[in-house]
């Protein structure tokens, strides 16, 4: 039986055989184009050897396509198409075992003005992708200033996007485990979170 890193490569070798007959050009002159050998290439094709995230940026410019599309990766998905969507994401985004934020709500009497911020604790050990995930927030944000600043083309922004998408889609995601529970047990459970975080009163 294939395993799955083998029918990932094999995958990804076909889309690149792919994008490269529809530019027209033949394995030899992919290689002489990437500055690899000929062996290389019918490697890469044939899914005999992982191509790196890096490579497959470089074979993308080349062949004139989207790196997202040499992984697979389908950027064309459903789009958001009312506010139901966006709602659902975060709920769903909250099932991730692999990331936590926190929701934090400014609003009066205590501030001003009315704010509701989604927050990523980069230090978090407990989750295994919140670091990247701020890293990325932290380069997002630079590249949205770049782009509303006129620093950088929409087409070089557009490229960014691609290129994180591809470098980030071998990152899986797992659902939190759901305990179920006696809403004894919860009662017990919210008391004595509630002790915890206000400390016991007096009778």
Not at 111 to 133: H, P, R
Request: glycine fraction near 4%; proline fraction near 1%; include cysteine.
């Amino acid at each position: 039986m294939m395993s799955n890193e083998k029918l990932h490569n094999n995958q990804i070798g076909l889309r690149i055989r792919t994008a490269r007959k529809e530019k027209g050009i033949n394995q030899t002159e992919l290689a002489n184009l990437l500055g690899k050998s000929l062996r290389t290439i019918q490697k890469y094709e044939s899914g005999e050897i992982e191509v790196s995230i890096a490579m497959l940026n470089e074979i993308a410019k080349v062949l004139d396509c989207e790196s997202t599309y040499l992984i697979g990766y389908d950027t064309e998905r459903k789009p958001l198409e009312n506010l139901s969507d966006i709602m659902n994401f975060l709920f769903q985004l909250d099932k991730i075992k692999e990331l936590g934020f926190n929701i934090e709500v400014k609003r009066p009497p205590h501030y001003d003005g009315w704010e509701c911020a989604i927050t990523f604790n980069g230090k978090d050990v407990s989750t295994e992708l919140n670091q990247d995930l701020c890293l990325f927030l932290e380069e997002f944000e630079d590249k949205r200033n770049e782009v509303k600043d006129y620093q950088t083309s929409l087409e070089s922004y557009q490229k960014w996007q691609d290129k994180t998408l591809a470098y980030y889609a071998n990152a899986k995601l797992t659902e939190k485990e759901t305990e179920e529970i006696s809403n004894e047990e919860r009662i017990q459970r919210f008391q004595k979170i509630m002790n915890e975080r206000y400390g016991k009163k007096e009778s």
